[in-house]
């Protein structure tokens, strides 16, 4: 099926939105926002076109937002066996979906579940598949994504004549469609589900409960953490319940999202009891993380280029820091507390706790 485009030779894209539905039939944010890049893309390529595809337990309300936006068919894979993320289940209903549709573009939220599902369908199909892609760019009639390599130190646009073409959209980089859902009719396509099928049973979920989940991507606030909470403090002792209770406290009261500088969670991980929630996931930095928070507040955290190489998406930068030539003072942050974290932070939470936020 794959093949290879000329797309100044007066090629039309056949543009396919896929998503996985939630467990209400509707679609999450980020598949909301693979939909506005979607639709986005149909606008600006001449002559394209746009249908959906959608599957999951349930697909009527996706469908209708879907219908929304004004697609010209909507193809649905819909049952039990495709509830819940399962490669061989998942792999099969993306694949007749795009087979049916014939589509040279595929655009889906790079969620984990499609992140490790679609190359293959692309392969499949004889075509190539983009994850992480930050942008999706029309130039000159020409269709070109932009990405990230080397832990988003280099970005680079790249176009493909390999079609079909899975563009996996990373989240937070495009608005998410708001349209008003419109009641849609579907075409309902069957899908045997393979014998492999029945060696995976999705039998529950276990989650974290939410005040117990720390790494919140679409919290306002990332609230850093260092080494210096398990420091030896002025009276010579160190503190470390005294550090995990007001962390604890501040991320219950302001729902903030936490970092750590990595000295920190290599603490943790050697099995010392100080802050045990923390984990390599929380590491942010050169070998870490690099959220995308508006503010951030680093607490007893030097600062140190290794760690503030992973704040370069974060919009306004603060810290609390005993060294006033520490490394935030020297141009890494806006504003520069010299001052004692433990006690600015037992202030916070007392005013936070008194009703302000
Ligand atoms: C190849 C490489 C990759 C690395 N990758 C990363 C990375 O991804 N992320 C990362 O974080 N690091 C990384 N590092 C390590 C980095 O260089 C630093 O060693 C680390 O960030 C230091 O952590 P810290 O600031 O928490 O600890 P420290 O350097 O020990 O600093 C503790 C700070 O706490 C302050 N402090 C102590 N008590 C208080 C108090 N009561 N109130 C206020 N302040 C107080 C002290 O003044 C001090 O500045 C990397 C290093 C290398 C070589």
């Known amino acids: 099926m794959g093949a290879a485009v000329q797309p100044d030779s007066g090629f039309m894209e056949k543009i396919l939105f896929l998503a996985h539905t939630e467990p209400d039939g509707g679609l999450a944010q980020a598949a909301l926002e693979a939909l506005h890049g979607a639709k986005a893309l149909?606008?600006?390529?001449?002559?394209?076109?746009?249908?959906?595809?959608?599957?999951?337990?349930?697909?009527?309300?996706?469908?209708?937002?879907?219908?929304?936006?004004?697609?010209?068919?909507?193809?649905?894979?819909?049952?039990?066996?495709f509830a819940a993320a399962r490669y061989a289940s998942d792999a099969v209903a993306a694949e007749a979906i795009a087979r049916t549709t014939g589509a040279t573009i595929v655009v889906a939220a790079a969620t984990s579940r499609w992140n490790r599902v679609l190359p293959a369908v692309a392969c499949r199909l004889g075509g190539r598949a983009d994850a992480h892609v930050a942008g999706v760019q029309v130039r000159a009639g020409a269709l070109t994504v932009s990405r990230w390599y080397y832990r988003q130190r280099m970005e680079a646009r790249l176009s493909r004549a390999q079609r079909p073409w899975f563009l996996l959209l990373d989240p937070g980089g495009q608005p998410p469609w708001q349209g008003t859902p419109t009641p849609?009719?579907?075409?309902?396509?069957?899908?045997?589900?393979?014998?492999?099928?029945?060696?995976?049973?999705?039998?529950?979920?276990?989650?974290?409960?939410?005040?117990?989940?720390?790494?919140?991507?679409?919290?306002?606030?990332?609230?850093?953490?260092?080494?210096?909470?398990?420091?030896?403090?002025?009276?010579?002792?160190?503190?470390?319940?005294?550090?995990?209770?007001?962390?604890?406290e501040f991320l219950?009261?302001?729902?903030?999202?936490?970092?750590?500088?990595?000295?920190?969670?290599?603490?943790?991980?050697?099995?010392?009891?100080?802050?045990?929630?923390?984990?390599?996931?929380?590491?942010?930095?050169?070998?870490?993380?690099?959220?995308?928070?508006?503010?951030?507040?680093?607490?007893?955290?030097?600062?140190?280029?290794?760690?503030?190489?992973g704040w370069r998406f974060v919009g306004q930068r603060r810290a609390i820091n005993l060294d006033p030539n520490c490394g935030w003072a020297r141009g890494k942050a806006d504003v520069l507390y010299a001052a004692d974290a433990f006690a600015v932070m037992a202030r916070v939470n007392s005013l936070l706790g008194a009703g302000g936020r």
């Open 42 to 81: 149909c606008d600006e390529l001449k002559g394209a076109s746009l249908e959906a595809g959608l599957v999951g337990a349930q697909t009527q309300p996706a469908a209708d937002t879907v219908g929304g936006i004004g697609v010209a068919r909507v193809f649905v894979v819909t049952g039990g066996e």
């Open 184 to 248: 849609t009719n579907v075409e309902a396509l069957t899908v045997p589900v393979p014998e492999s099928c029945r060696r995976t049973q999705v039998t529950g979920i276990r989650a974290p409960a939410t005040y117990t989940q720390t790494i919140r991507p679409d919290a306002e606030l990332l609230f850093v953490a260092g080494a210096g909470w398990t420091k030896k403090q002025g009276d010579g002792q160190t503190h470390g319940a005294d550090a995990e209770r007001l962390i604890l």
């Open 252 to 309: 219950r009261l302001s729902r903030a999202s936490l970092g750590s500088s990595k000295s920190l969670v290599d603490l943790s991980g050697e099995g010392q009891t100080v802050l045990s929630f923390l984990s390599h996931l929380n590491q942010v930095g050169q070998t870490g993380s690099t959220p995308r928070h508006p503010k951030g507040l680093a607490t007893c955290c030097h600062g140190e280029e290794p760690h503030t190489v």
